[in-house]
């Protein structure tokens, strides 16, 4: 069995909720930091708007994947992750098929990650 159908079938036997329809998407994964270096002058506050708290699961999405649904608050369950991620920023309009994962101000963790192909899977509301 392939690892996208493996993925999609571990997420919907865990996900409960019925107010979502699920898509499943392989995309680049790399980890960002609120350090002023790698963002901006107010690295806690995102492109949407809303402040950063470290600690909390949150993903900044390639503005194309906006397109696909990934927009503002779109839940979001990472290949190698229990927790579920909220999409609360945007990245560089450079970057395609790609997501950051949100490690606070842990510069050590965020380089460990680096940079990996995962699976996710994203739920975007039925009512919509």
């Known amino acids: 069995m392939n690892r996208t159908v ?18 499943t998407l392989e995309v680049t994964a790399t980890a960002y930091n609120s ?9 806690f506050i995102t492109a ?4 950063l708290i470290p600690g909390k699961n949150y993903i ?18 990472i290949e190698g992750f229990r927790e579920i991620f909220l ?14 994962i949100y490690m606070g101000v842990d510069v050590k963790k965020a380089r460990k990650w680096g940079k990996q192909k ?10 919509q």
């Open 6 to 23: 493996v993925a999609l079938f571990l997420f919907v036997v865990s996900c409960k909720s019925d107010k979502y329809e699920w898509k």
């Open 35 to 43: 350090l002023a270096y790698q963002t901006s002058s107010n690295p």
């Open 48 to 51: 949407f708007g809303d402040s």
């Open 60 to 77: 900044a999405v390639s503005r194309d994947l906006l397109a696909l649904g990934l927009g503002h608050n779109t839940p979001v369950k």
């Open 87 to 100: 999409v609360k920023d945007k990245m560089n309009k450079r970057w395609k098929k790609r997501i950051d």
């Open 118 to 127: 995962v699976i996710i899977n994203y739920g975007i509301k039925k009512d």
